[in-house]
């Protein structure tokens, strides 16, 4: 299995509304690829950030690629982020895993 992660931060007074735009953008298009096997999404407050980590689980790396492309490092944007005024980092990684177990 292949882990997905991202991270971006958006300032504290667009958080609600960044993590409902993160809902209906990077969450639900990847859920909606063939080999996506689920997705997580946590956000932490620090200071005047809301940070954002979004970690998705793939079968292999060509469900990867079919997500976001054959450039699969780099992050997947979507149209409206920057009205969140949102911080992405550039790069994503991808980590092959041979199982998730909770904490």
Same mark, same amino acid.
């Given at each position: 299995m292949i882990v997905r992660t @991202?991270?971006?931060? &958006?300032?504290?007074?667009?958080?609600?509304? /960044?993590a409902e735009h993160l809902?209906?953008?990077? +969450?639900?298009?990847s859920q909606g690829i063939e080999g996506n096997l689920?997705?997580? &999404?946590?956000? +932490?407050?620090?200071?005047? @950030?809301?940070h954002f980590f979004l970690a998705t689980y793939w079968r292999d790396i060509e469900a990867v690629k079919a997500f976001a492309g054959d450039d699969y490092h780099v992050? &997947?944007?979507?149209?409206?982020?920057?009205? /969140?005024?949102?911080l992405s980092d550039p790069y994503v990684f991808q980590h092959e895993v041979e199982g998730v177990v909770g904490l």
């Open positions: @991202w991270h971006g931060c &958006v300032p504290v007074k667009h958080a609600a509304g /960044f809902q209906l953008t990077g +969450v639900q298009h689920g997705v997580l &999404v946590k956000s +932490v407050s620090q200071g005047d @950030w809301e992050s &997947v944007t979507y149209q409206d982020d920057e009205q /969140f005024e949102l």
